[in-house]
Structure formats: C-alpha cells, structure tokens
C-alpha cells in the first residue's frame, strides 16, 4: 500500500521564479492538504483540496496556489518566489469525510530553496 | 487567532528516563487533538489522537496522552524512554469550526535527545 508520495524531493529556484511541487495521495485517500514547514517551526497550513476544490485556505497570500486531478493527486504552485518561502513543503492526504478527514497523513516533503 | 503552545523546544534525556512534553491550545471550542513524530530522515508520523471520550489515550510505542480540558492542554508522556525515541515531537489541533475544520494547526515542535 503505497503512502503519500511528493516530487520533487529538492529543488532550488531563483527570487521571481516559479515553481510547481506535486504530491500523490495515500491509496484511498481523496483529500489533500498543503503544508509550509519553516526551518525550525512547526507545519503551516497553506490549503486543502477535495473533490477538485479548494475547501479551505490558510493565511497564505495568493501567490501560492493548488490543483487536484481526478485521480486526486494535487499540485502547488509558488509564483515571484522570495527567499521567505524557502522551507519544506509537506503534502498531506486523508480521506474527505467524517472522524477520518481528520487523520492526515504526511509525505517526505519537498524541500525548496529560493535563492 | 488560535494558537498551539509546546513548552520545551529542546529536551535531553538518558535511557529509562521518564518523558512528558507540554502542548497547550488557545481555542475555547470543541477541539481534535493529536501528537505526531518525526524521527530523523523520516516523515511525520502520527502518535496518537484525541476526538472524545476517554482524556486518556494511548498512542504507538507506548506513548501516551491527557486531554485535561479546564486547562486546554494535551501533555505526552512515555513513561520509560529509548534511545529509538530520538525524534521531534508536535502537537497539532484541530478545531471543529467551519472555518477550521480539516486544518492542522502546529505547535514549532520539541526536539528530544536520548542519550544511550
């Protein structure tokens, strides 16, 4: 059974660019949720994706952006990339309804650095 | 705005030692609570959890919590640790809102040393 996978597992990117990470859900799972783990602190939540929507967002500004397939793997895109948003981003899935939404779980992640 | 508080940012411990981490949360309303770890080079894994019923909860590797309400708390424990839980530990809680339902909010994590 395969878990949460994410790709890229590094990547570097330049101030301005942008920059598209991608996360395959747990088998079973429908709901994906988007997390930024700064060095040092906790996971923020930046969105969650069900059934091809956004059902909820974070404090996040709109540079940063999601997809989900309906396979329900998800994407996240990062436009004008600044150095603050170096960190590891964690790709988390769950199933969408019920006590379960709330068991996420978590991919490796994938660590970008803005230079 | 809610908040996770965890006590300690780093903890070091021998072998056998007893564990207990802080976590505190700043929502007044009903609340999921869980516990997740990281060890080294791995993902985050999740513990244990807490919906409702019974504050005490049981978790993987012999971990446990306490869900005590009045003080809006969820304390891990472990009550004779190994050198294997070296790892960093995160309470997260999710607040049963419409507006916050399904979104994990962290605390920054306490990082734990066993020495052999």
């Known amino acids: 059974d395969a878990g949460v996978t994410q790709s890229p597992t590094h990547l570097i990117k330049t101030r301005g660019q942008q920059v598209t990470l991608r996360c395959s859900p747990k088998s079973g799972h429908d709901t994906v949720s988007w997390y930024q783990q700064a060095l040092g602190q906790g996971p923020q939540f930046i969105f969650q994706?069900?059934?091809?929507?956004?059902?909820q967002r974070g404090n996040f500004p709109d540079r940063f952006s999601g997809h989900q397939f309906p396979n329900y793997s998800s994407e996240l895109n990062v436009n004008a990339l600044l150095l603050g948003d170096s960190a590891l981003y964690l790709c988390?899935?769950?199933?969408?309804?019920?006590?379960?939404?709330?068991?996420?779980?978590f991919g490796p992640g994938t660590r970008l650095t803005v230079t | 705005a809610q908040s996770v508080s965890q006590h300690n940012h780093h903890v070091i411990l021998s072998e056998a030692a007893s564990l207990e981490l802080g976590c505190n949360y700043s929502?007044?309303?009903?609340?999921?609570l869980f516990w997740y770890v990281q060890y080294p080079g791995q993902h985050l894994q999740l513990l244990l959890k807490y919906f409702s019923g019974d504050p005490l909860v049981k978790g993987i590797k012999g971990f446990e919590a306490e869900f005590i309400k009045s003080k809006f708390s969820f304390n891990l424990r472990k009550p004779s640790v190994q050198w294997s839980d070296t790892a960093e530990y995160f309470c997260a809680v999710i607040a049963m809102t419409t507006d916050s339902w399904g979104k994990l909010q962290f605390g920054a994590g306490t990082q734990v040393v066993v020495t052999p």
């Open positions: 929502y007044g309303g009903t609340v999921n």
């Open positions: 988390a899935s769950s199933l969408g309804l019920g006590l379960a939404l709330y068991e996420q779980y």
């Open positions: 994706y069900y059934e091809e929507e956004e059902r």
